[in-house]
Structures are given as C-alpha cells and as structure tokens.
C-alpha cells in the first residue's frame, strides 16, 4: 500500500483526498520509482476541475515527480534499481511511489537535486520546446511572457534571455514583478493594473514583439494578439485564467498574418527520442547557471489542497513541490 492523493470527483481544491492505495509492481517496460519530491503544475488544476477529463475515477493526481527506483519491470534496459531518476507522466505522482514507463523517465545528472528536478522537468521541458522548438527566440527578439513569476514563466523569461531576447513579462503584484526582473525579464507591466496592450506598446516603441508566450488565456485574449509585430507568433500554452472562447480565424490575417499556435509537452516528448533531448537541453541550461530554478514553497503531500488553493489563489511564484 502506498498514501496518495486521490479524486473520487472533480470540483475545488477540498476533492483532493489523502489515502492509502494499491500499487501493482511495474509492467513490462516499466520502472517503480519512490518519490522524494513532486512537481506541482497548473494542468494538475485542470483534471481537478474536470477541465480535462481524466479517463477513470477514482485517480491519483499529478504528472511529475523525482525519487529512486526500487524495481524494474520486465523488458527494461538502461535503469537499475537505485538509479536517481525524473519522470513526467500523466495522473500518478502525488504518492509515495508510482510505476512508470521508461519513455517517460530521465537519469538526473549528479549536480540536479530531487527536490531541483521535481520543480523543474514539466515547466522546463515545456520552456524549452517554446523558446527552441514551437517558436525558436534569436538574439535580438523581443518577447512577451504573460505570468512571468510562475513556474513556467521564470523559467522563459532566463531562458528567453540567455538566447539573446529582451523579455517584457506581465505579473500579478509589484513583488512578482521584482522577482521576473531578477530572473531576465528586461521590463515588467502589471496587467491587473495597466493595459498591457498600451504598455509594450510604449516599451517597444510600437515595433512590438515576435512572439507572445500565453499561458493565462481568457484573461489575455485577444490583447495579446495585439502585442505582435506583422508574422509574429502566438504561442498559447494555457489556459490558468480560462480558456480563450471559439474565434474566426480571419482575425489573424487583420492583425499582421500572424502564426496562432495551442502547443502541447505530449506531443513534443512522443516525438523520437523528444523526451531526453529536451531534458539535455535543460540540464545543460541549469547546469551552466543561465537558469536556475527556484523553489519557492514545500508542502507535504497530505496538504495537497492548501497547495492547490495558493496556485490557484496566485499566491505562488517560481515552482512549488510536495514532499512525501
Ligand atoms: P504558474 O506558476 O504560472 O501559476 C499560474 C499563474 O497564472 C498565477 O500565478 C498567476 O500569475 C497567473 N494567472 C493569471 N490569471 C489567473 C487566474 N485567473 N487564476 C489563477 N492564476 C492566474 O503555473 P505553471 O507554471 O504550472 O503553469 C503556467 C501555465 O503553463 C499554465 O497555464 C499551464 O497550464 C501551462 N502549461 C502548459 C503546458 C503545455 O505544454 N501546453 C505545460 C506546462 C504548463 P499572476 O498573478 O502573475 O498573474
């Protein structure tokens, strides 16, 4: 038996229940890994509230977690019990432990703690296909990071920077703010307070910018459309405000024959080897200092809900993790 957090039905935070659970050994191709800390992500909120459905109920919560492995399934090569390893996986790793595919699973270099990786795989293989792959940031761009104190949002404005980029970050307090311009972003607009459309406006010198990185939604729609240069990119990646409403298509030819694009990690790491090339490229870039990850808040894993309630009461900054 294993504690967990568990959903039984989907709704607020007060859904997520702490019990025991069975957990089989690891399938063929699988490794069961105990974990020493785990990620907490808003997509986690989102198969909560039943915003994407997950396929059975009850369900443990969570997509990613860091820890050892204490078994290998049948088939599997290249991890051995004992290995230090991170996984990003769908609904399993709000546990002690999970068994997890080897697809799914990364060795961590020695320099990478768990509690660095837990905080860090999801959002940071997610930076890293924004900035490298969907829409790939040259020196001399100029990019908009909405929510740019989250844990997705540190981690683009430093990498948006270390390739060469001014990044215009939008944050929900003057803290926040102080804390995206330590971590790379060059200006910062208070988009609770001011028009964000008016101000990079103002910043760029109505040149505007290359690409914008969306992941607050309806909140943001369509203004940040609106923040793009002719061909610029909109790269919408979330929805932590809601989801943007249906919209006609020929709204992109008015505005500059701008790209729209709603990319998701899945599809990145089910490409060929997608997985650990983007994990590489992301130890590289924490490795050699130009990202750092920081972990702002701990809480254990019984307290899943107080976890859940201060992201989404936009209480957090930078990553938060559960402790087992
Ligand atoms: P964050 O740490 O960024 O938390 C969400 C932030 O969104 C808040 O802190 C808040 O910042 C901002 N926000 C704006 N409006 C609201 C609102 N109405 N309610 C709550 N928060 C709001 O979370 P993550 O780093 O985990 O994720 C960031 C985004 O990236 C999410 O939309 C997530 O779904 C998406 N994502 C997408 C992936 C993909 O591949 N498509 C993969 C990983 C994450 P502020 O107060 O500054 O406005």
């Given amino acids: 038996m294993v504690r967990a957090i ?18 089989p050994g690891p399938g ?23 915003l994407y459905p997950a396929p059975t109920t009850p369900f443990t919560i969570g997509n990613e977690a860091a820890g050892l492995v204490t ?7 290249g991890f051995r019990v004992g290995d230090r390893v991170a996984y990003v996986a769908g609904l399993r790793s709000y546990a002690e432990e999970a068994n997890v595919s080897v697809e799914a699973a990364v060795k961590l270099p020695k320099a990478i703690s768990f509690e660095t990786a837990a905080a860090m795989m ?58 995206a311009k330590r971590h790379g972003a060059r200006h910062t607009i208070l988009y609770r307070e001011e028009d964000f459309v008016k101000r990079v406006g103002e910043i760029t010198r109505g040149k505007k910018c290359q690409v914008v990185y969306d992941g607050v ?21 979330g929805s932590a405000s809601g989801p943007i ?13 701008l790209v729209a694009t709603r990319p998701t990690l899945n599809t990145f790491m089910a490409q060929p080897g997608g997985t650990v090339s983007m ?27 107080a976890a859940h309630q201060a992201l989404e ?10 402790v087992p």
């Fill in 71 to 77: 078994e290998v399934g049948k088939g599997v090569t």
């Fill in 122 to 179: 999801l959002k940071g293989m997610t930076a890293e296909y924004l900035v490298r792959r969907i829409y790939k940031v040259r020196k001399g761009d100029t990019i908009l990071v909405h929510a740019a104190a989250g844990g997705v949002g540190l981690i683009l404005c430093q990498w948006g920077k270390a390739l060469g980029a001014t990044v215009i970050g939008t944050v929900g307090s003057a803290e926040k703010a102080a804390l």
């Fill in 217 to 237: 939604g309806k909140a943001t729609f369509p203004g940040s459309l609106d923040c793009l240069a002719p061909l610029g990119s909109f790269v919408s990646f």
């Fill in 28 to 50: 063929r191709g699988e490794i069961r890994v105990q974990h020493k800390a785990i990620g907490v992500n808003y997509i986690d909120t989102y198969f909560r509230s039943g």
């Fill in 6 to 23: 568990r959903v039984y039905r989907t709704g607020g935070p007060e859904v997520l229940k702490y019990e025991e659970m069975e957990l």
């Fill in 313 to 322: 009461g936009r209480e957090t900054t930078g990553s938060i993790i559960l």
């Fill in 245 to 257: 409403e249906a919209f006609n298509i020929g709204i992109l030819a008015q505005k500059g024959s």
């Fill in 279 to 305: 994990a590489r490229q992301l130890f590289k870039v924490v490795e050699n200092g130009s990202v750092k990850i920081k972990v702002t808040r701990h809480f254990p894993l019984r307290e899943a809900v």
